[in-house]
């Protein structure tokens, strides 16, 4: 069975951090892409961040570059989304999404999600 699991998730005021981290299983972790996957009441998703597990290479939307640091423990099968200098706009349920092959908007797998709550 496949899940995806996040964690790290909570309250922060503006300009805090927080770890967000995602556990997988059931799949050939290599074999995959893991991003993380955002969505705010009343708005659309947004892609986040994503690496290939295969050759750790990332990607980083717009809203988030310089800020947001995605990473990945091969040996653990865990993603990491470390995020600094949080702002209010990054309030929303961030979920965390697996591709075969390379970063898509079109995951194969998702998990639950988990709330991050930025205050001004």
């Known amino acids: 069975e496949v899940q995806l699991v996040e964690s790290g998730g909570g309250l922060v005021q503006a300009g805090g951090s927080l770890r967000l981290s995602c556990g997988v299983s059931?799949?050939?972790?290599?074999?995959?892409?893991i991003g993380w996957f955002r969505q705010a009441p009343g708005k659309e998703r947004e892609g986040v961040s994503c690496?290939?597990?295969?050759?750790?290479?990332?990607y980083y939307g717009d809203s988030v570059k310089g800020r947001f640091t995605i990473s990945s423990d091969n040996a653990k099968n865990t993603v990491y989304l470390q995020m600094n200098s949080l702002k209010p706009e990054d309030t929303a349920v961030y979920h965390c999404?697996?591709?075969?092959?390379?970063?898509?908007?079109?995951?194969?797998?998702w998990g639950q999600g988990t709330q991050v709550t930025v205050s001004s």
């Open positions: 999404a697996a591709r075969r092959g390379g970063c898509d908007d079109r995951p194969d797998y």
């Open positions: 690496i290939s597990s295969s050759d750790g290479s990332t």
């Open positions: 059931g799949f050939t972790f290599d074999d995959y892409a």
